[in-house]
Each structure stands twice: as C-alpha cells, then as structure tokens.
C-alpha cells in the first residue's frame, strides 16, 4: 500500500463522502468510460461514425429484402436444397405471406413490410449472402456483437472505440440504446473485455425519456457543481498519487478518466438526451407523440424506438463514434409460431430508420455515418412443426442485412443466397467480413487494430475476414 494512503479505504472513503450519488455514483456507473479524445485512424475513413440498427431476434430475409418467387411454387413441398439441419424441426416450405416490389432508380427488391424503408432504396446496400456459425440466439448474437461465440471477447463498439476514440470528451464514445430492458444477451455485447476501461458501452434504456433521468444518478442532490468539481480534483489527486506510487493500474487509470468524464456528462447528457428540443416537424418525421410507441407481441411489450432513433442522431452529431439501437427487449424478431408477426415489429421500426435516414441526409451527415441494419441470422424457407402458425426456424446458412450512408454503394444488392433462401451461394459473406468491411470503412485496418492479452495478439476478426470491396463507393 502506498505510504500517502488514508487510514480509511478508499472504497470507504467514497462511500461515506460522496454518498453513492451523483458525480460518484455516475462514475461507478461508467466506471469503464473515457474522456479520450479522437485518434488517428490507419488511411482516410469513409465514415467517422457508426449507427447499429440491431434486429436481434433474426428477421427473415425472404420475407423483407430477399425475395423468392419460387416459394409459392414449392409450397408445404421439401427439396432437397432445404433439407438443412437447423434448430428445430421443420416441414416443408412456406410461402411468404408479403408482397415485394422494386423501388427506386435502382429497381431494389423491397417486401410491403418496409414501405418507408423502401422509399430510401437508392440508399441501401443489401448484403444477401450472409451467414454464420451457430442457428442459436446468444451464439448468434455474441458473433454479431463481438466477433466469437464465446462470452470473452470485446464487442465491435468496443474495437471502433479503442481504435479511433471519441469526437466529444463529454460524452461516451460508445453508447447502447434499448427500451424496457437489454437485448440479449445483454451487457456482454457491448463489453470492453480485455480492452482498456475506456472502450467500453453504456447502456442507456430509453423507457425514462426524461433527460436526467436515461441514466441513473446523473444530478448530485447535495453538491453544487462548484462543489463537485472540489470533491472530484480531491478524489484525482489522490487516486493519481496510487498510481504513482505503483506499477501502471490500468482499471485505476480508467477510474479517473471515467470520473471526469462522469462530471462533465451531468450538463452534456441532459442536453442530448432531451428531445423536446427538437421541432415539431422532427417529431413528427419519427412518428413520436406525446406518449412512447410500443407494440404488445404475446407476452412481450416492445417499443420506444422511434425515440431510440431520434436520440441515435441526437448522439451521432454530437460526436459518439458508435450507437447501437437495439429492438428490445430480449429477441422481439423470434417469430416460430407466425411469421405475420413480423408485422408489427416492421411496424414498430419502419418509418423511424426511414426518419433516421432523412434526417441524417438532411443535416448533411449521411455520408460519413454508416447505418448497419440486420439481426444474428436470418430463418428458414420451411416452416417449424412446433408452431401453431406457420412460422419459421432459424437460418444460419444464408440471411441478408443492409448498409446505407458512409461509403457505401447505394441502390446495390450483394451476392445471394440460393433460389429458396436456405444458404449463401454467391459472394458469400461470413459476419468476420463483415466486420473487416466495418472496420475498413471507419479508416481501420481489421489486420492491424490489435491489442495484446494473455501472450497472443486479438483483433476482432480474430484470425479470419476479408474486406468486401465491391460494396465501396
């Protein structure tokens, strides 16, 4: 222990001192947060920041951007090309229920699910080849999120944070939005893991709209800011002085910078989580009314993401390098027992990302924000004998996600699955290429951003992905 130690733990310190609120208990909130500013990335980015649209649950493909006509030909048949090992038992082939149609200039295949959506065709790069390794959610999902379908790896968020930092001091680099509860598997996905302190997400629910309110123990009720500022250099002086006093104390590092960065959100947060500052037309371009939009999907309650959106933006120019808005709770797109319950969740989201676009576009930002749309998998063409409706498993073998904004090639589809949807046949594009291509387009070499831990280097491709050029502008 160092000699300028106190007779009281600095634990005990805290706790008697700053009461477990405000500045302290923010801090202990982001307690992996980071005042860091901006780095330099490794060639010129096309996009400075990342908004991630997260269908966690898996939307199907063949039902919203990857149209198969054959389908209807071979309905309640099973080819051979379908008769794939996925999670539950499924019977033969199942029509889809929705109507598609092209849209555009570019004649982009769009179900009637996304008719907003589909008015920004010109806008979107579909990727139809896209595949993965286990048909199962967490597994699905801890691939999309951090590259490995083990629990022990930091998340993308995380990577793009490390690499490039944040263009606002005051504000997290990385910030996770859902509503009513995390995504699955929850704080995982946005964890920093062996990275340093500072990369990691914080996790704000949008159910409390109320500006000091999204996080908890924004506002200090006894201190004034003068005061705080008082207590906080105290505190610095004092955690700094530990450090010295000992070999490098990466988490203690991380600790100080998360208390200024702590101080500082207190007036930076509020302001841009409020949006009651934006104009009516805004509001109303997201379909946000006086109460929260929410949709009810047997016994879960879904909703808030049109707020997500707007706040997402809010963010994004405010400089957060990386949002990821998450349709929540838990694994809303799981539809086994009906498929036409893609309904209301494409009902739910639609025209907020199609506001999300506009607006980025309006406000000049679109071209150096890349939007990522898309869940864990996609789901089968047959249709799961356990449901009492015609619904579909899960697909792991071929699913789509989009890409707009950011240097990305608009009113284009890449590759394709085959002519029932069941697999990735061409241009084939496994979720490490699609973090290669992520990574390349934020101006990052996927090859070069490692960190060292445990003897071996980590990259978030770990030892594979390849970048998908032709999706570049």
Sequence with gaps: MSHYASPISRRDFLTRYGGGTGLLGLGSLLASQSSARAASPHFAPKAKRIIHLLMNGGPSHIDTFDPKPLLAKYDGQRPAAVDLRTQRATAGILKSPFKFAQHGQSGLWVSDLFPHVARHADELCVIRSMHTDIPE????????????????????????????GTENEDLPGFVVLSHRGHPRPGPTSWSNSFLPGPSAGAFVDTYQMKPDKVMRNLRNPHLTPSQQRRQLELLQRMNRLQVEGSERNQALESRIESLELAFRMQFAAPEAFDISRETQATLDLYGIGPEPT?????????????????????????????VQLAMAPDIPWDDHTDIRDHVPKAFECDRAIAALLTDLKVRGLLDETLILWGGEFGRTPTTDITAKKPGRDHNHYGFTVWMAGGGIK???AYGATDEFGMRAVE?????????????????????????????????????????????IA
């Design 137 to 164: 959610h967490v597994s699905g999902l801890l691939m999309l999120d951090i590259g490995a379908n083990q629990p022990n790896r930091p998340s993308m968020g995380s990577w793009i944070t490390y690499g490039l």
């Design 294 to 322: 929410f949709f009810e999907a047997g016994q879960r309650k879904c909703g808030g993401f049109a707020e997500g959106a707007l706040i997402a933006r809010r963010l994004s120019e405010r400089g957060v390098r990386v």
């Design 410 to 412: 608009g009113g284009f």
């Design 427 to 471: 241009n084939r594009m496994h979720v490490h290429d699609l973090h290669a291509t992520i990574l390349h387009l934020m101006g990052l070499d996927h090859e070069r951003l490692t960190f060292r831990h445990s003897g071996r280097d980590f990259r978030l491709t770990d030892i594979e992905g390849k970048v998908a050029n032709a999706i």
